[in-house]
């Protein structure tokens, strides 16, 4: 039988895509920072990663650090954790935000434009989670989280098209597989399915009428924020989620059941 492993006082969860000014991935960051996780940014924008991490750090109190790093290439991506390491207390949480999108239509879409898309929403999520898991399994402790779409589940229909779904589709059966491998090993894995976010991935800040148009079938009548997407996350990432793993949370005010 799995023994279950106690949170250490002091604990670090990475965020990657955290740096970007309307993202989820910021917002997450500094959710975690107020429940007093360790933040350690991995973005694309190593100025904008220590900057985010140095705001962090001085309005919540906690250590942090921010590194560039695309999340598609593993060497970049083995760096930026094996830093975070020497750094940062023991990694405890992974959140996988970092993404592109695609909004272009099928019959245009090039094999560049599919392996751009992949790349970061896929093998970055592969990438990390390998890296991380590594740490994790040592400790028998870790917690993962996954950012997939409802684009993943509906096949589209909101702003981005089929490399984007396949990709985020990619992410959900990628996460419930590695949860049948890690969580014996003490790792919960899991899986975030936001619909309609008022973030900028939608294709620029949405105005009134677009927020008007993407909510027409959203039951409860708006589109969402990140802070409720983060809360989310934060659940799925404490010490209380550990009898949770292998699943695809739908988070889209009843847009989508699934």
Avoid: C
Wanted: aromatic letters at 6%; charged letters at 20%; glycine letters at 12%.
């Amino acid at each position: 039988m799995t023994e279950i492993s106690t949170f250490p006082e002091a604990r670090t969860v990475v965020v990657t895509g955290g740096a970007s000014p309307r993202g989820i991935g910021r917002v997450t960051a500094r959710r975690l920072a107020a429940e007093g996780w360790a933040v350690a940014i991995i973005d694309i924008d190593e100025a904008q990663s220590r900057g985010v991490a140095d705001e962090i750090a001085e309005e919540f109190g906690v250590p942090t650090v921010g590194v560039g790093a695309s999340v598609a290439d593993e060497s970049q991506v083995r760096a930026a954790f094996d830093r975070i390491e020497a750094e940062m207390p023991q990694l405890v949480g992974l959140v996988n935000i970092a993404g592109v999108s695609s909004p272009v239509p099928f019959l245009e879409v090039t094999v560049e434009e599919w392996e751009r898309v992949f790349a970061v929403n896929m093998r970055g999520v592969f990438l990390a989670t390998r890296r991380a898991a590594e740490s994790m399994v040592k400790n028998s402790l870790g917690r993962i989280v996954s950012l997939s779409s409802i684009s993943a589940e509906r096949g589209g229909g909101t702003f981005s098209k089929v490399p984007y779904s396949a990709s985020k589709a990619g992410v959900v059966g990628f996460s419930r597989a590695v949860a049948r491998e890690l969580s014996p090993l003490g790792v919960t894995v899991n899986a975030v399915s936001p619909g309609p976010i008022d973030t900028d991935i939608m294709g620029g800040t949405l105005t009134d009428d677009r927020k008007q148009d993407l909510s027409r079938d959203v039951l409860v009548g708006r589109v969402g924020r990140p802070d409720e997407v983060a809360s989310l996350i934060a659940y799925l990432l404490g010490e209380d989620a550990g009898y949770i793993t292998g699943v695809n949370y739908d988070i889209n005010g009843g847009l989508h059941f699934s």
